[in-house]
């Protein structure tokens, strides 16, 4: 099993470049643009999976620091802070955090480092030994200089007057354990410090140091110039919302992906929701805006293809030939998302109305913070019978303001069938949202796709055909690292063909009855594929009995009132091959038991 990987802030340093800002207080603790520099290294450590951070501030504005940060909580980590007595070279510094690492592998950062790229394939490749970052730059004579051997470093030189590259050492390092031997080892330079140089050419020697290549931008903000140069370009990745709206060019691309079905039978159609679905994306005040389709339906000539070519002719559709259910849809409009460069995927169902400010919403909730993976809106019912009247159908009731997770393994819409009377204003964290509407940060979802057993990557999971595929997704991207988010600040009004008819076990029953068959039998897979690749052993005990406890429940319910599930059991057995694959490859980089007593309550 792969050691855990911890961070390491260097946030030390008196800032003189940077004087006379810095003469009250530490550089790092400057803001830059629209936050603390000492967030940028932070979030880059989040980015990757990295929530154990120790931050090392020099001992003149130690409580400053902590008074900031606090204990980690707001950042869904874990902090930790040593003092830097004195200004002892920066493999010193690196030596103070011997107790906080233990015999795990770390990564250390500078506290001016700001970076664009996400480094998180890195951190979950490295096994040992020590890992370099580089980046190409015009002037290598100001910075560290790696002389490579393909991706392998042979050498490294500190501000070289004839640099042998031009690739610098941008203040990002990956090492294991030893790191600590090594430094207690390192005789002081010429300056009376212990220099990280000296510290990578052990690793050199030893062959065990390995190049990593920085991706889009680095700033090293310690200078007037590099701080200001480092604050227009991030002002310029994350516009406020008011200029989103009105800057196409300057604001992320959303792509709003549609499942279309109109049955043979016309027990169930779409085509009859997009003379509202559609308009109602045309109202939006955001503006960067691609819709995909993909048509399920049997017939290829039907009234969805259309009246989008006649209405709506700029969307483009998606025909895979088949019925293709919900999760192969959604992954192959993913999957064009992706080729288009997008930034985020939107999933959403064909019987909604929305108010015109929702995908700015969404964007403006998602884009603030690189944690944030997927957001949703608040989602009222609409009563579709009754579109033509003045109300338009729509109602005070909710349909979900997301999906909640409980200690037995019970997924619930949030809010579903209460009258809303402002309880879930605001903005919130959440299990994940539901597959209704969905946003989704495509950058998230390349990171937790898996492979499937044809080479194909999915982000959906297609062993389940349909019902229960965005818990899924959310599960995986709760134990990656990231998070959902809920905002109040736009609505969408939805026309739900199967609503919950309560929490307790009455109304569990009732909302099973009032189901369809296939959507009964559709919802206990699913339901079971989900816990097969999701729990192990490393759940608290609680969580464990109350699921068993709940399976032996509800399965003896279906023994005796819907025996037509049992064939269901069969079904998972013989898919027990592809889901231990799919759970092979789930990413599991937090503290499963702090982390759900959250989620879980």
Known sequence: MAKKIKGVILAGGSGTRLYPNTKVTNKHLLPVYNQPMIYYPIQTLLKAGITDILILPGKDNAGDFARLLGSGKEFNANFSFKVQDHAGGLAYAVGLAEDFVGDDNFVVIFGDNILEDNII???????????????????????????????????????????????????????????????????????????????????????????????????????????????????????????????????????????????????????????????????????????????????????????IKDYFPEAEIIRPGFNSGFGKANNLMIKRAIELKADYFLASNVDMLYESNVIAELVNAI??????????????????????????????????VGIDITREHRFIDIGQGEIDYGQYDGEKEIFGPSGAAAMYSLAALEDVAFVNEGGRKEYFDELMFMYKEDVDLAYRLQTAGYKSVYT??????????????????????????????????????????????????????????????????????????????????????????????????????????????KLMG
Not at 374 to 399: L, M, Y
Request: glycine residues 6%; aromatic residues 12%; positive net charge.
């Open 488 to 597: 109040s600040s736009a609505v969408i009004n939805h026309d739900r063909s199967v609503i919950a008819r309560g929490k307790g076990i009455i109304g569990i029953i009732k909302g099973r009855i009032a189901r369809p068959k296939k959507y009964k039998e559709w919802s206990w897979l699913n339901h079971h594929i989900i816990l097969q690749k999701m729990v192990d052993s490393h759940y608290p005990n609680d969580v464990k009995l109350k699921t068993i406890w709940y399976e032996i429940k509800s399965n003896l319910y279906v023994l005796f009132f819907e025996p037509f599930i049992v064939m269901q059991w069969w079904q998972l057995f013989k898919i027990r091959k592809q889901i231990k694959a799919r759970r092979d490859q789930v990413k599991k980089r937090i503290k499963i038991k702090s982390h759900l007593d």
């Open 367 to 400: 884009i603030k913070s690189p944690q944030n993976a997927s957001a949703t809106c608040k989602i009222k019912q609409w009563n579709f019978s009754e579109k033509d009247r003045d109300t338009g159908g729509r109602t005070n009731f909710i349909d979900t």
């Open 121 to 307: 394939k890195d951190v979950q490749d490295f096994e040992d030994g020590a890992e370099i970052f580089l980046k190409q730059v015009s002037d290598p004579e100001r910075f560290g200089v790696a002389e490579l051997d393909g991706n392998k470093v042979v050498h490294i030189e500190e501000k070289p007057a004839k640099p042998k590259s031009n690739w610098a050492a941008v203040g990002v390092y990956i090492y294991d354990s030893k790191a600590f031997e090594y430094i207690k080892d390192i005789k002081p330079s010429s300056r009376g410090e212990l220099e990280i140089t000296d510290l990578n050419n052990v690793y050199i020697k030893q062959k065990k140091m390995k190049a990593g290549f920085i991706k889009g931008f680095w700033f090293d903000a310690g200078t007037h110039e590099s701080l200001v140069e480092a604050a227009y370009k991030l002002k310029e990745l994350q516009r406020p919302i008011e200029i989103l709206k009105f800057e196409q060019k300057k604001s992320p691309e959303v792509v709003v992906g549609g499942i279309l079905y109109d049955s043979p039978d016309g027990k169930y159609s779409t085509s009859k929701y997009l003379p509202y679905f559609l308009p109602s994306l045309k109202k939006q005040d955001y503006r960067n805006i691609k819709v995909l389709f993909v048509d399920n339906s049997p017939n290829e000539d039907n009234l969805n293809r259309r009246y």
